[in-house]
Structure formats: structure tokens, C-alpha cells
């Protein structure tokens, strides 16, 4: 490991920086020693409280009872937004940057107070109620925060849904979470492209008899179906909304908001998380991990209908009153210096990415990126799989030019923020390396037998005590969460990523060691794919497994064994392809479809995908034991019509 690169510390950052290399040494170690003394300080230090907690935490692993300042008494928009306003009631909250680039938008803190304490009336006067579970499904638009934030405001718990998830993803986690309304748009705009918001909620809705009101907010204006006693008009009963609306007073543990994320086996798990320590987390992550100063202009391209929107686009920023950008569009459009170029528009200072994003636009040359300044620019982010060193330095080098620290950030639906990861003026950085832990937070090295390795090792990843942002509960099952994640090691947090320890203390993530694949920093379970694959009644079984692939980290490889008597062909593939997206959704659309008169089993019947995933990665000179088979020869065939060779 010694030809691994690394990048010091820079002496301008660290001058300036929140944490120092010392400061996170001895805060580091106080977080660990005394974490019930640390986390109320910081708790003081970044939220305001209505009433004091009693117990700072109380958490079992084995039960999966995890609770932060219960007692404790705040409100999310309160903390976002009300307490900005003597100090920064006109400085810009959010800028709105449409996917048109002639189109851009600025809501100062006020303005969003308003928009929040309205609709916050809105939903009340629709009949939400504390504790009720509203679904956003949304596209991009600036209207997006405020309605989070009135939800909180209120005490209702939000559940987005990506926009890109089909009607039938969307009916699912309307009726998982059995929610009575839901927020959504007619159309969105993505790409120069129009994606259809409405037309998706009205199927949905149709096999969701929970579903109450649904309110429309106005955004391309297209006609849209109308159903009299259930849609509301956003514009409408804004129009007459008072703005004033006094904020509920919540629990520290008071559910926050519900995220549906996908697991090695069923269906997508509802995430919950609440109020104190989510809030506390988020916002002291944020503001050390990005080192932000007040002033600073904060860029996380993150869709709010994934976890980083929620943490790093709306909640930490605002928490800590910065100014954060929401951009509707992709990397791509109009074309591939679009991100450099906003980033001069708006003199972005600090930029928050995926790995995928990078890949695409380094494929495309660096003239998209010379053609811009960046010189506004101070510290990059990664987030959402392992970053390749290669697309790492192309970051750090070609968009930063050399300037700016990369802060590969490791974490999760499940951790609500940031676990593992640098901060710029405290920890030297190895690309590829998402280097070292956040205050309180400690990982481990575990082995197949459950031993907690020391010093360099290889492992599995697992996390030995409980940390404010921590997910309570899967929504509705309980006992699943405790299954999922403490089960299989007593007394740890099961991340499901296998990672690293170099002889520096420093993490590397080396991908999921479950069933789950990452495609384009999108997480997905192979067995919802296989399940979508398996409605279509010409197929007997399917079996998915990832392989690398250049832009998206991991490429949908599916096995398909159709029924007897059915040939293949081309159509079939499409048909299969249209099945998955529209079960869910286009982002989970395979990349290559294998038809495969067999699959490899073992004699008790269980498909041995270590070999699928060899195959499909080409790498079948290292199949490893396959004696165990009920029938090699399924190998062989798999093997001659591989796609990847
Ligand atoms: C999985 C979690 C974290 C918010 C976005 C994704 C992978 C995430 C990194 C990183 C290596 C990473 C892990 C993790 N992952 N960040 N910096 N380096 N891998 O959240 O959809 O819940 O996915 O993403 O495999 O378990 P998510």
C-alpha cells in the first residue's frame, strides 16, 4: 500500500477551518470517552430547544431501541427557519436553478418562512394532522423545501418518492406508510425532457384507498386529469393561507420523516428517522465536513427524493442558515459543463456530487471544464459509492485544479448522515479512502466468524454503538429492523459494505457484501429486479447480479431462463426491459439481459450467484469451488454466452 498517494493537509484551509488536525484528534477521542457529555454540548450548540432533554441517549443494540435527548423538546422549521430571521431574514435560503438555464430563482429566509407557515395552513386545512404521513412526490422545483418544512412544522411525517419510481414503486410506499395525502407537481422538467408527475399519482391513486387529497402545484402547466372531490390546486389554497402558523412543539423523538430504501431480500424497507438527533447530526456533520462559514454558497446535487437531499440539500444547510442551491436538471443539459457553469453563475464555494457524475463528465474531455472559472470553489464532496482514484484525482485535479480538498463522505439511508469521511482542515487524504471516523462514531473490522479485527484488516464493516442520526425503526416492522441490521452481529450495527483498514487507521470501502448493488450511486435490491422480471409470463426464473461497469460503478446484469418451449428474441428483451421499468421505475433498467437455459444451484435448490456475479464481471478464471453444484454444466453454457468478455 505504500505507492497509495496523499494529499496533506492544506495550511489556507486548516487556517481557517472549524476542526484542525489537533482539534479532531482530542474531539474525537472526548466523543469516545464521554459521548453523553459530547453529544449534549454539541446538541446545545447547534439546535434550540424549547425544553431540555432527560437522558441524552439510550440505545440497545440487541432490542433495537435507539433514543437521542427523549424529552427534549424543538421543531424542525423553527430550527431551520424562524431563528434565521433576526440575524438572516433577507439573506438567500435557496437558490432555485431550473433545468433551463435561462430560469433560476432566489427565496430569502423570510420569503421561505412565508411559503412554509402557508402551506404548513394548507395541509392543516386539508385535514393533516400531527403524526399523519403525507407523500411528496416531486420534481426539483424551489417549492420543494417548504413543503418538507411545513410538514415538519407541523408535525406531519414526510415520505418522498423519487420522481424517476414508477406509478407501481409509488403505490407501494403510498400504501406502506399508509398515507392519506400527497404532495406532487403535473409534470416535471429533467434534461429538457418531461417527466410525468401526475399521470403516475392518478395510477397510483387508483389502488391506493388511503389516499385523501392529493394537492397539485403548478409547474409546466400542461393540462393534467382532475379528480374533483381529491386534487387540490397548490396556487389555489395558497392563495388564501394565512402566514402565521405557530410551529408544533415536537419530541426530540417524534418521527421526523420515512425513506423507503431497498435491502438484500423483499420489499423496500420504510427508514424512519425523528426529530432531535437527526436534526443535531445533520447539521454538525455539514458544517464540519464541508467546514461551511457563514456566507459560504452550498451546492449538493442530490434529488430530495434520496437521503442526501434530505440531509445535505434542505436540512443540515438550513439548519445552520446557509444559503443552499436546488437544481432541477442533470449534468448533461444542455451539455456536459453545465455544473461549472452554474457553479460561476452562483459562486458556488462548496460542491457535492456522486461518483457516477464525475465519471460521465470526465468521459466527456476537460474542455467542458476549463471553460468555466471555478474559482469561487473551496471543497469538493463524494458521496453514494466508492469513488475510483482515477475519477478522484480527475476531481480533485481538473474541477478543483488542485485547489480544493475532496471529501469522499461514507454513509447511508440508515446513518442519516455522514459516518465516515475527511474533514478539510484536519485529515490528510488517500483517494480512493474515505479515510476516518466522524466524532462518536466508532467502526469496526469484523470477520466471517464475527471477531473484531485490529489494526490493517479486511472485513466487514459494522458500527459498535449508536450515534444520533441513527434510523429508529423500519416503518411498520419492527422486528425487521432488528433482523436486518443487529441481528447476524450481536451488539454492532450491520452496515452491509465491506471496507478496509489500512495500516493508517484509514477506511476503504470495497462495496456491498449483500444482495445490494449500487447503479449510479442508486441503491437497489437484485431481488426486486427478479421479482419484476419474474411477472412476465414467458419467464421461469430470473437471477441479477451487478458488474462493473465504466460510468455507473455497477451495471444490471440479469439471468433469465424462460419457460419451456419459449425461444428468445428481441422483443421478449424489450418486453422484459419495460417490465422492470415500469415495476421500478427507469433507473432500475437492466443493462443486459443473458438468457440462460439453467441457473447454478446447489443441490438444496440455492442459485449460487458468487458465480453469476464472476461470470457477468468476466472473471471466470476465479470461480472458485463449484463442486458443490447440482449440475455443472449449467456453468459451462452461462460461461460461452456471457455478455462480458
Ligand atoms: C450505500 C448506501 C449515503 C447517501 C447516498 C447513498 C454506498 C455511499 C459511499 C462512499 C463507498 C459508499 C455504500 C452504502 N456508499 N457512500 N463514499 N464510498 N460507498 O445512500 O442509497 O442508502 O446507499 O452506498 O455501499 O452502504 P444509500
Not at 449538493?300 to 437531499?309: E, F, N, P, Q
Amino acid at each position: 500500500m505504500s505507492d497509495v498517494k496523499i494529499y496533506d493537509i492544506k495550511p489556507d484551509i486548516a487556517a481557517n477551518a472549524h476542526i484542525t488536525a489537533e482539534t479532531y484528534k482530542a474531539l474525537y477521542q472526548r466523543s469516545i470517552a464521554e459521548p453523553e457529555a459530547f453529544w449534549a454540548e454539541q446538541a446545545e450548540l447547534f439546535l434550540d430547544w424549547s425544553k431540555p432533554w432527560g437522558k441524552v441517549t439510550d440505545c440497545d443494540f440487541k432490542t433495537g431501541h435507539i433514543r437521542w435527548f427523549e424529552g427534549g423538546k424543538l421543531n424542525v422549521s423553527v430550527n431551520c427557519v424562524d431563528r434565521h430571521l433576526a440575524t438572516r431574514g433577507d439573506q438567500v435560503a435557496i437558490i432555485w436553478e431550473g433545468d433551463n438555464p435561462a430560469q433560476d430563482k432566489k427565496i430569502t429566509y423570510r420569503q421561505l418562512h412565508e411559503q412554509v407557515c402557508k402551506f404548513a395552513n394548507v395541509l392543516k386545512a386539508q385535514g393533516v394532522k400531527k403524526g399523519d404521513r403525507v407523500c411528496i412526490y416531486l420534481p426539483m422545483i424551489s417549492e420543494a423545501a417548504a413543503v418538507m418544512l411545513a410538514c415538519t412544522r407541523i408535525g406531519a411525517v414526510h415520505s418522498i418518492v423519487f420522481g424517476g419510481f414508477s406509478a407501481e414503486s409509488l403505490k407501494d410506499r403510498i400504501l406502506d406508510a399508509d398515507c392519506r395525502f400527497l404532495v406532487c407537481a403535473d409534470e416535471g422538467h429533467r434534461g429538457g425532457k418531461i417527466v410525468p408527475i401526475k399521470a403516475n399519482v392518478d395510477e397510483a391513486a387508483a389502488a391506493c384507498p388511503c389516499l385523501e387529497k392529493v394537492i397539485v402545484i403548478k409547474n409546466t402547466g400542461s393540462p393534467v386529469n382532475w379528480h374533483e372531490q381529491r386534487d387540490v390546486w397548490y396556487h389555489e389554497a395558497m392563495a388564501s393561507a394565512s402566514p402565521d402558523c405557530p410551529a408544533e412543539v415536537m419530541d426530540a423523538e417524534d418521527p421526523l420523516f420515512i425513506l423507503y430504501t431497498s435491502g438484500s431480500t423483499g420489499k423496500p424497507k420504510g427508514v424512519l428517522h425523528t426529530t432531535g438527533g437527526y436534526l443535531l447530526y445533520t447539521a454538525m456533520t455539514h458544517k464540519y465536513v464541508f467546514d461551511y462559514h457563514d456566507g459560504d454558497i452550498y451546492w449538493c446535487t442530490a434529488d430530495i427524493g434520496w437521503v442526501t437531499g434530505h440531509s445535505y440539500m434542505i436540512y443540515g444547510p438550513l439548519c445552520n442558515g446557509a444559503t443552499t442551491l436546488i437544481f432541477e436538471g442533470v449534468p448533461t443539459y444542455p451539455d456536459a459543463g453545465r455544473f461549472w457553469q452554474v457553479v460561476d453563475k452562483h459562486q458556488v464555494n462548496i460542491f457535492y456530487t456522486a461518483p457516477t457524475a464525475i465519471r460521465a463528465l470526465m468521459a466527456q474531455g476537460d474542455e467542458f471544464v476549463e471553460r468555466s472559472s471555478r474559482s469561487s470553489l473551496r471543497i469538493l464532496g463524494s458521496v453514494g459509492e466508492p469513488i475510483n482514484p482515477e475519477a478522484w484525482e480527475w476531481y480533485y485535479h481538473v474541477v478543483g485544479d488542485g485547489r480544493c480538498p475532496v471529501m469522499d463522505t461514507w454513509w447511508q439511508t440508515e446513518t442519516g448522515g455522514i459516518l465516515i469521511t475527511p474533514l478539510p482542515g484536519a485529515i490528510a487524504l488517500k483517494p480512493g479512502s474515505a479515510t476516518l471516523p466522524f466524532f462518536g462514531i466508532k467502526p469496526e473490522i469484523m470477520d466471517n466468524e464475527g471477531r473484531i479485527r485490529e489494526g490493517a484488516a479486511e472485513g466487514i464493516l459494522v458500527i459498535s454503538r449508536s450515534w444520533p442520526g441513527q434510523m429508529r425503526t423500519v416503518y411498520g416492522d419492527h422486528q425487521r429492523f432488528v433482523d436486518t441490521y443487529f441481528k447476524n452481529y450481536p451488539g454492532y450495527y450491520f452496515t452491509g459494505d465491506g471496507a478496509r483498514r489500512d495500516e493508517d487507521g484509514y477506511f476503504w470501502i470495497t462495496g456491498r457484501v449483500d444482495d445490494v448493488i449500487n447503479v449510479s450511486g442508486h441503491r437497489m435490491g437484485t431481488a426486486e429486479i427478479e421479482s419484476a422480471l419474474v411477472l412476465h409470463e414467458h419467464v421461469a426464473e430470473a437471477a441479477v447480479v451487478g458488474y462493473p461497469h465504466d460510468i455507473k460503478g455497477q451495471g444490471i446484469y440479469a439471468y433469465v431462463t424462460l419457460n419451456v418451449g419459449i425461444e428468445p428474441s428481441e422483443e421478449l428483451r424489450q418486453e422484459l426491459i419495460d417490465l422492470v421499468k415500469k415495476e421500478i421505475g427507469p433507473i432500475a433498467h437492466p443493462d443486459i439481459i443473458q438468457w440462460a437455459p439453467g441457473l447454478p444451484k446447489t443441490r438444496s435448490g440455492k442459485i449460487m450467484r458468487r458465480i453469476l456475479r464472476k461470470v457477468a464481471s468476466n472473471e471466470i478464471g476465479t470461480l472458485g469451488d463449484t463442486s458443490t453444484l447440482a449440475d455443472p454444466s449449467v456453468v459451462e453454457d452461462i460461461i460461452e454466452h456471457r455478455a462480458n468478455k
